[in-house]
């Protein structure tokens, strides 16, 4: 990752400031080892792209006054290793900002204090779209549907139930 920064310049080579100041800013990118660096508007995914803001709002957590950041897609594309490594780093942020994560992997999803479940749900004349809060045996159940697309098994509810242990000092099941 880097950022490049370069003089803006009018059609004739001379320096202009307008309306957006004076430099030009670009952030660039290299998402595998050995590939070279790009512009990361033409090459990142919405999932890679969250990930580099996660990074970014990491890196300056301290010196950062906004309060409240939202995150979406950030576990797209990922999984496994990965997908704990962005669950822990949204945690440490978490510390310090408050943090809105939508999410389909429980292993993100299990770091939450909150865990706000979002679904659509079709009625006679029309689909809404609800939200309720997951707590207790409901959020096991909900963290086990996300693991294995099965609420009520007892393999996917004994996982569901280690990883909020693990992960989620706080949760009482």
């Not at 490049?4 to 080579?13: D, F, P, T």
């Amino acid at each position: 990752f880097e950022v490049s920064v370069s003089q803006k310049l009018s059609e004739r080579g001379s320096p202009v400031c307008g309306i957006h100041g004076a430099d030009h800013v670009e952030f660039l990118l290299s998402p595998n080892p050995g590939e070279p660096l790009k512009p990361m508007k033409n090459i990142a995914s919405g999932g890679e792209a969250s990930r580099v803001m996660l990074a970014v709002k990491g890196a300056l957590a301290d010196s950062d006054a906004v309060p409240c950041l939202v995150f979406d897609e950030v576990d797209t594309g990922i999984g496994g290793e990965v997908a704990v490594s962005v669950g822990e780093h949204l945690h440490e942020l978490a510390s310090t900002k408050q943090i809105l994560a939508i999410t389909h992997l429980a292993s993100i999803a299990v770091r939450a204090d909150n865990h706000i479940k979002v679904e659509k749900v079709q009625g006679e004349s029309r689909t809404v779209t609800q939200a309720r809060v997951s707590e207790g045996q409901d959020r096991i159940r909900e963290i086990a549907r996300m693991l294995s697309g099965d609420s009520t098994g007892d393999a996917s509810l004994r996982h569901a139930e280690e990883l909020l242990s693990r992960y989620h000092s706080g949760f009482r099941g």
